[in-house]
């Protein structure tokens, strides 16, 4: 084949996929307008859900501006010196050899990490600066960024969550996810989690999609354009990759979609050039500047050693593999500047702490999210039969949502294990946001276990309790604005 039939083939399959694409579209938008035509009620829940958006972003904004702080939050400091060396030089990149951007004490920039989260806060920035120029405004911008991501996470959330469960259930399954405060709290100062946040947001709105509809072309480019985003945010959401991956494949088996293998082909390699598109120029740039490191990791640690403070180079600070611990000894550990042992600290910090993860909630409002994010979690984990890929006899079809609730488990486990090796293996950190992207399998599992327990004690009304739970839910969350966050920073 030589370039042109190549270039043929290409224009082809793109106008198929266009073509294809915009038929489901308005597919889709009859089926809405004949079977789902809008009550009353959907008015107000639809009302309701801009409500609860706007509200979710007027706090972290409000919460943003009250830090005045440069590094109000975990490595802020070093992602806005990133993102003002964007603005400062006119859109250029930095690499991680730039000494501007290098941290004077561990010695390493993230500059050699994915930058989209700081393009759009040098974005933010220009924009201010046609209004301001001094620095708390300029940083106020950057913090935007964050702003942004987790209210468009917001938006797909919702959607999820009401083609998932529907009515009141995937209102609460939302909130349950947005306003939990170790999640808006991402949204308030630079860091990539929100970016990660977002882009598993998306993921997961074309899981439940896929779940109800199958692997459609609109499904197929919504599920390459999260891989995408999430590729170029935090490793830490990576599992969310390898889990869609799997999911893909699997479903489409479920489905029996691998008999029109043709088409089957042309979705597959779709989702692997949006994929591509969107993320793989910054690896294969890396790949070039870092001598084939194209994830940024062995460069890091080369800079640590090079230019770190002595106390903080790799070759002296230890991991607890290197001191010999064994995991219990690191789920007990307690540092003498924790409130609390590592296990714990890791928990409450998910649930929510803040600022330089310094700033706690009160102990009994620990122990309430605690308690109600972990008994319907350990029941709805408990019910095996939730896991069965194959339905019950005779029929012993593939269960689609069987396999969707095995995803479902490995989207929130990869991201555990990830933080507990990086913890064990690599730099002993408390901060349960390494591991928050597993929220949205966390909350999925917990309104499933409340479903359960509702059922177990004959309670048809459901609704009721779910309108119940979502109004505490917001009210936990401004609580703690209230009583935590503005007391902290007056």
Not at 314 to 325: D, H, K, M, N, T
Request: hydrophobic residues 50%.
């Amino acid at each position: 084949m030589n370039a042109k039939q190549g270039y043929d083939t290409i224009i082809s399959v793109s106008k198929q996929v266009f073509f294809k694409l915009r038929s489901e579209w308005k597919a889709g938008e009859n089926v809405g307008e004949t079977e789902n035509l809008p009550t009353r009620e959907m008015k107000i829940r639809r009302i309701l859900i801009i409500l609860l958006i706007a509200g979710l972003t007027v706090l972290m904004i409000r919460w943003a501006t009250l830090q005045k702080s440069i590094d109000a939050g975990p490595d802020e400091y070093m992602r806005y010196i990133v993102a003002r060396f964007i603005y400062d030089h006119g859109g250029k990149l930095p690499t991680g050899f730039d000494a501007e951007v290098r941290d004077g004490n561990w010695g390493f920039s993230y500059a050699v990490y994915p930058l989209l989260a700081s393009i759009v806060s040098a974005v933010y920035m220009k924009f201010e600066s046609f209004f301001r120029t001094d620095v708390p405004a300029l940083l106020i911008a950057a913090r935007m960024a964050s702003v942004t991501f987790l209210t468009i996470g917001a938006f797909f959330t919702f959607l999820a969550g009401e083609k998932l469960f529907r009515g009141w259930k995937g209102i609460c399954f939302a909130v349950l996810v947005l306003y939990l405060p170790g999640f808006h709290y991402l949204g308030t100062y630079m860091n990539c989690d929100s970016l990660a946040l977002m882009s598993v947001s998306i993921i997961f709105y074309a899981w439940v999609c896929a779940l109800k509809d199958g692997w459609r072309w609109k499904t197929c480019i919504t599920l390459a354009v999260g891989i995408g985003i999430c590729a170029l945010s935090y490793y830490n959401a990576y599992g969310w990759i390898l889990a869609g991956i799997v999911y893909y494949f699997t479903l489409a088996a479920a489905n029996r979609e691998y008999t029109d293998k043709a088409l089957f082909l042309k979705k597959t390699v779709v989702i692997c050039l949006i994929v591509l598109g969107i993320s793989g120029w910054w690896f294969i740039r890396n790949y070039f500047l870092y001598d084939g490191d194209f994830l940024g990791f062995r460069t890091a640690r080369n800079l640590m050693e090079q230019y770190a403070v002595p106390g903080l180079k790799p070759s002296v600070r230890q991991s607890p593999a290197e001191l010999g611990w064994s995991l219990r000894d690191l789920m007990w550990y307690q540092d003498p500047g924790w409130p609390h042992i590592w296990m714990k600290l890791v928990v409450v910090s998910f649930v929510g702490t803040f600022g330089y993860f310094n700033i706690y909630m009160k102990d009994i409002l620990n122990r309430i999210y605690i308690f109600m994010i972990g008994i319907p979690l350990a029941v709805s984990l408990l019910t095996v039969r939730r896991f069965s890929p194959v339905q019950k006899k005779p029929s012993r079809q593939s269960s689609k949502e069987g396999i969707f609730n095995i995803v479902m488990l490995l989207a929130m486990c990869i991201p555990v294990f990830l933080f507990v090796w990086y913890a064990y293996f690599s730099d002993l950190q408390a901060q349960g946001r390494y591991m928050i992207s597993a929220v949205y399998a966390v909350m999925y599992f917990v309104v499933c276990g409340f479903d359960f327990i509702l059922e177990k004690m004959h309670i048809r009304n459901t609704r009721v309790f779910y309108m119940i739970l979502t109004g505490l839910w917001i009210a936990g969350a401004l609580h703690n604005f209230v009583t935590v966050i503005l007391p902290a920073y007056r």
